[in-house]
């Protein structure tokens, strides 16, 4: 018997199946061990095939070494997925089994923890009789006897619990093991954090609005059609899509069948998984990279074994090796976090759509704000488009209100807090209320320059400025992107003036001039400089809502997916900060985040102001994001792509070659374009390619490598994807040059 396998380190150019001789426990989609090149070395590989014969001479044929742990295997499944992967996002087959698997799975010893118990193997009452017996009857060692007295009241503990019990150790046990008075006993711990949440279990009966009743029919009628469909789920903010969804996913389970549910990691909070741990109890299991590698490996495993019908988590759990799926939700399916910006370039969304299809099963979108290119495909009648246009309960959108910062400008104001905000603030205050401010810039200041020479503070790693965080007794520069990080000069390293200015602002300046204006208003600043910790994001969250502060000033993560009952006044400092950037998604993502955030106001009884700080107070996308207008949105951006011929009218697919050498770098970028541009003049001119570069990466310089790229408008089609998979074969060998080809990439 032979095997095909795929080898899961190789570039991509030797990406290809190669013929083993098979070991008896081998099966189509079992991870072994092969020898592999000249010196035979061992190299992991999964197997795509089973066969009675092979071409391959026999005396170059060799034989596969071992098998690993059958417990860390592909279903036939999640074996064709691996190869949809390869396919349709140019990547490795390694890559993309690597993907499936997770983290610490390859390796030759499974970390699998083990919990060993000592049970009592007498009754109680001999037990008692042999402590009360004198000479070989009874027990004389001191350690013995405090064990066997343990048991006697107890009938078992946990082996760690007694290697911590005074005078006893591991020889008391394996005496009294020896004269049959105990047994020892070992079984899988499985490693979950997430168990607490389930032991509250909440299964009452979730009750509907109208509005709500009717999505849910719609979206059960779907289902019931056990073909492969997809629904969106549109509905403003706070209108109870979550309420919808868990009727759904409760309808599916209810059929014995399973559901995956992803959120972004930053609506990954203790108050989502308690939702969702409390309904369904144990059988949810919770993925996502924050999790340590045994606690990943023990959810999969779980799952694997048929112990879990609901998954819930961030990207990555879409790989979750269930059977039986009958649905899969995407919630805020509008977040840029569903696509893998590192190899296998995958978006959950496409993955979700292949498994849906294995399974005759259900894609459900849900977003306030969804992407254009779902929104299109919900008018074009590929997708079910399922709105909800009110707010639960009765609840009203927030009032917005824009502020000129121009103006705040003139009059003298240079605070990143204009007069509106700081009197809204008091008025929070006042009512003893909550607030949340929402700045996408961490930091103290993101640009340093000297006033004598006007040089920039550059990171000498890549193209970007250093910013200033404070702490210390001058402060740091860092470099965000690669982490380079400097104290503060006292002159400018170039001309050695002591006149450096620190331009701009961030989170930790916008922080220091709220605790000058409001001392009298705690707050809490949340942004990646403090929520370093595995669990620091989930107690501030709590801490916040348990009114721990009055301010919750952040970054992105304050933006989405919260439910602060006191929260009524939200602010952001700057919205112009992702609306000017060379990108043609730059609009469509400043609406989703400014609507986001707008909602976090007034969502119970109250209602909320959202308080919008620019220097563009004329821009249509923020004037639509004020009135939460998605739809007049939708139809002017859907207006523009359409004539400049940006997605959701074709595909985007961008190609950057790196080197840490620039002349080489140049070599590369020509090598590049003329390869292209034979091919798009060549055998691929019944195709409809439009070829743009090569130019400079947005980031030229990154982590000492530097950057150029190409931008390629097509369809993407089997035809175009052998084109650029040849692409990338030729650059594959190189050892100066490296070429990346992402497909419908995030920015472009």
């Known amino acids: 018997m032979f095997c095909e396998v795929y080898l899961l380190d190789v570039p991509y150019h030797l990406d290809r199946p190669f013929d083993y001789v098979a070991l008896e426990e081998v099966a189509v989609g079992s991870i072994v061990k092969v020898p592999f090149g000249r010196t035979n070395n061992q190299r992991y590989a999964v197997v795509t095939a089973i066969k009675d014969t092979s071409d391959t001479p026999p005396e170059l044929i060799k034989a596969v070494r071992s098998v690993l742990d059958r417990r860390i295997s592909l279903s036939g499944e999640l074996l064709s997925l691996c190869k949809f992967m390869k396919e349709h996002t140019l990547c490795t087959m390694g890559e993309a089994v690597r993907a499936v698997l997770p983290p610490g799975a390859l390796s030759d010893s499974i970390n699998i923890k083990m919990r060993r118990t000592c049970y009592l193997a007498v009754s109680k009452e001999e037990a008692r009789a042999i402590l009360s017996a004198t000479g070989r009857a009874g027990v004389r060692s001191e350690g013995q006897r405090i064990l066997l007295n343990y048991l006697a009241d107890n009938g078992s503990v946990d ?152 998954v819930i988590g961030t990207r990555s759990a879409i790989f979750a090796p269930l059977d039986n799926i009958g649905m899969i939700v995407i919630d805020e399916e509008h977040e840029h976090t569903y696509k893998s910006e590192q190899d296998p370039k995958y978006h959950a969304r496409d993955i979700a759509a292949f498994r849906c299809g294995v399974h005759g099963a259900l894609m459900l979108l849900a977003s306030a704000t969804p992407s254009l290119e779902s929104f299109y495909k919900a008018k074009c009648g590929s997708y079910t488009l399922v709105p909800l246009r009110e707010r639960y309960g009765g609840a009203r959108l927030p009032d917005a209100i824009v502020v000129d910062m121009r103006e705040e400008l003139r009059l003298g104001n240079t605070s990143a807090i204009s007069r509106r905000l700081l009197q809204s603030l008091e008025d929070v205050k006042e009512r003893e209320e909550q607030a949340i401010l929402f700045l996408n810039r961490r930091g103290y200041s993101p640009h340093i320059s000297c006033k004598e020479c006007g040089e920039v503070l550059n990171c000498p790693r890549c193209s970007v400025s250093l910013t200033y965080h404070t ?151 923020i004037r639509l994001a004020c009135r939460q207008d998605y739809d007049s949105f939708y139809e002017g951006e859907i207006a523009i792509r359409r004539e400049l011929t940006y997605p959701p009218f074709c595909d985007m697919v961008q190609l950057t070659i790196t080197s840490d050498d620039e002349a080489e770098l140049g070599r590369g970028a020509q090598k590049l374009s003329d390869m292209i541009l034979e091919r798009v003049q060549g055998r691929y001119s019944s195709l409809p390619f439009v070829v743009f570069g090569p130019f400079e990466a947005q980031i030229y310089k990154l982590n000492e490598k530097y950057r150029m790229r190409m931008v390629v408008k097509c369809r993407l089609s089997s035809e175009s994807r052998r084109m650029f998979s040849e692409l990338l074969c030729e650059f594959s060998g190189e050892r100066s040059l490296s070429l990346s080809i992402d497909l419908n990439p995030l920015s472009v």
């Open 159 to 310: 082996y760690e619990l007694i290697l911590r019990m005074p005078v006893v150790n591991s020889t008391h046990v394996s005496a009294l093991v020896k004269r049959g008075i105990v047994t020892l006993s070992e079984e899988e711990r499985i490693r979950n954090p997430y168990l607490h949440y389930a032991r509250d279990v909440d299964k009452s009966e979730i009750n509907l609005s109208r509005a709500q009743s009717e999505a849910y029919e719609t979206i059960t009628g779907l289902y019931l059609d056990k073909k492969a469909r997809c629904a969106l789920l549109y509905g403003v903010t706070g209108s109870g899509k979550t309420k919808v969804i868990m009727k759904a996913i409760d309808r599916t389970i209810a059929d014995g069948k399973s559901v995956i549910m992803l959120v972004p990691e930053i609506a990954l909070t203790p108050q989502t998984l308690s939702i969702f741990c409390r309904r369904y109890g144990e059988r949810v299991a919770v993925v996502h990279s924050q999790l340590s590698q045994g606690e990943r490996l023990d959810a999969w495993r779980r799952i694997k074994r048929g112990e879990v019908d609901l």
């Open 471 to 621: 702490g210390g007794e001058r402060g740091r520069l860092l470099c965000h992107l690669c982490g380079y990080s400097i104290p503060t000069p006292r002159e400018c390293p170039s001309c050695g003036a002591d006149k450096l200015s620190f331009l701009g602002f961030g989170t930790q300046k916008l922080e220091s001039e709220l605790n000058k204006y409001l001392p009298d208003m705690p707050v809490m600043r949340m942004d990646a400089d403090t929520t370093t910790g595995k669990l620091a994001y989930d107690r501030m969250l709590e801490d916040f809502r348990g009114g721990g502060a009055d301010i919750l000033l952040g970054t992105q993560m304050v933006a989405k997916g919260h439910d602060f009952p006191r929260v009524t006044l939200v602010g952001v400092a700057l919205a112009d900060t992702s609306l000017y950037v060379s990108d043609f998604r730059a609009a469509e993502r400043t609406f989703s985040l400014l609507t986001q955030v707008i909602g976090r106001a007034g969502r119970a009884t109250d209602r909320g102001l959202a308080v919008i700080q620019t220097f563009s107070p004329s821009n249509e996308t």
